[in-house]
């Protein structure tokens, strides 16, 4: 029996489509740096463990569709301690910021609309919008302008009936671009011409380095009709598995439309608010520290990268992963090589073919995301491996 032509269409993850091809490799004995997904090794904090140990309910019951009252409370607490005023109606709790993302473009979307997209983005997105039936419409930013927000008129040229929204993500998966205020200006001016939203993915927030500071999108209170922000818990406490994030407007429309969607789901899941509202009472040592760590782990990865012949990246300003462009013929192809024919010493690297986080034909298909999400030691033995890989992969440029 066939199934829906829109499910048909989907790509399946370039993030966790070679998995198969990772477990036979483990099966064989093959040890695996896993730099494909950003799955960091830092800890959870411990009081969000403890407050999973002390749950002490005798039912996990459903609780509030918009998630409960403590923790959206807290949440306002948390963006008050950097200078943003939100109120407690500009907040749902969600199912990770990828629910997020998918309430924003439900509610914002009629099938056949379009959303425009900075490429490469963050390539669940694609998947997102195709269940929403939304058509993503890319401008290309580029590695040798080290992957800016490319001009504004490019954004304009776009610009139709059927637009609805630009979607950004700042800091940025995959690239590390950091938007600055004058981008945010130029882009936030725009919407309001054409009377369009902008959605921000802010899930990177805290992970900026040397001195690159985080511009919201909710210091520009005189653009609040059209601003949405994505939030999640799961990168910064380190804590993805509990599947908690948040959806934040001060256009009430936004949210009471996303809470037919919120009721229709239930709720949250109820444990993982319980942890989250511990997470949000970790010192700022904890948050400051993960920090350093990331920016020591960037520093050693783009000098490692760049020391391998014909491999080039930009350094990233924030997040956790970067874009690599190989002397490869096909960087899933090499991926594949990299799990099913390689390995040195016992060991390989996994990373994600960056194709999938293009919606533009052949565009990143030289290229591959990496997460630096393990530490230094292990990050230099996954950049040996790589690059032993590329002196032995057939489609390696010489
Ligand atoms: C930019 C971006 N947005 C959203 C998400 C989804 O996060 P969550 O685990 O909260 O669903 C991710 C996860 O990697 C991400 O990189």
């Not at 914002?108 to 983005?121: A, G, H, N, R, T």
């Amino acid at each position: 029996m066939n199934m829906s032509e829109r499910i048909s269409g989907f790509q399946a993850s370039p993030i966790r489509r070679l998995v198969p091809y990772a477990n036979e490799a483990k099966q064989r004995g093959i040890k695996i740096y896993h730099l494909n997904i950003g799955q960091p090794d830092i800890k959870t904090p411990p009081q969000v463990i403890e407050a999973i140990r002390n749950f002490d309910k005798e039912i996990i019951a459903y609780g509030q569709s918009e998630g409960e009252l403590a923790l959206r409370k807290g949440l306002l607490e948390y963006y008050q301690s950097f200078g943003i005023h939100i109120s407690l109606g500009d907040v749902m709790i969600t199912t990770g910021g990828s629910e997020a993302i998918q309430f924003a473009l439900m509610t914002l979307c009629d099938p056949d609309d379009e959303v425009i997209i900075p490429e490469p983005f963050y390539t669940n997105v694609a998947s997102f919008a195709r269940s929403a039936m939304v058509r993503l419409v890319p401008v290309t930013s580029t590695m040798d302008k080290g992957f800016a927000l490319p001009p504004i008129e490019d954004f304009e040229k776009r610009i139709n009936a059927k637009t609805r929204a630009i979607l950004l993500c700042s800091p940025n998966n995959p690239t590390g671009y950091i938007f600055s205020p004058e981008e945010f200006e130029a882009i936030l001016a725009l919407a309001e011409r054409h009377d369009i939203f902008l959605i921000v993915d802010e899930v990177y927030r805290e992970f900026c380095y040397d001195h690159h500071s985080f511009t919201s999108v909710l210091r520009y209170p005189q653009y609040s009709d059209r601003v949405i922000v994505i939030d999640s818990f799961s990168k910064r406490y380190s804590m993805c598995g509990s599947r908690i994030g948040a959806l934040i407007s001060r256009n009430h429309g936004v949210l009471e439309g996303a809470m037919k969607l919120a009721q229709a789901r239930l709720c949250p899941p109820d444990v993982e608010q319980v942890a989250a509202i511990a997470a949000l009472k970790t010192p700022r040592s904890y948050l400051d520290e993960v920090r350093n760590e990331y920016q020591k782990r960037r520093d050693f990865i783009v000098q490692a990268l760049r020391s391998i012949d014909n491999v080039r990246c930009t350094v990233p300003n924030g997040a956790f992963y970067l874009v690599a462009k190989l002397p490869v013929d096909n960087a899933e192809k090499f991926a594949t090589f990299l799990l099913r024919d390689f390995h040195l010493n016992g060991e390989t690297v996994m990373v994600a073919p960056a194709e999938g986080f293009y919606v533009t034909k052949d565009l990143g298909k030289d290229e591959v995301r990496i997460a630096y999400v393990l530490n230094v030691e292990d990050l230099a033995r996954a950049i040996a491996c790589l690059k032993a890989a590329l002196d032995v992969y057939p489609g390696t440029a010489r």
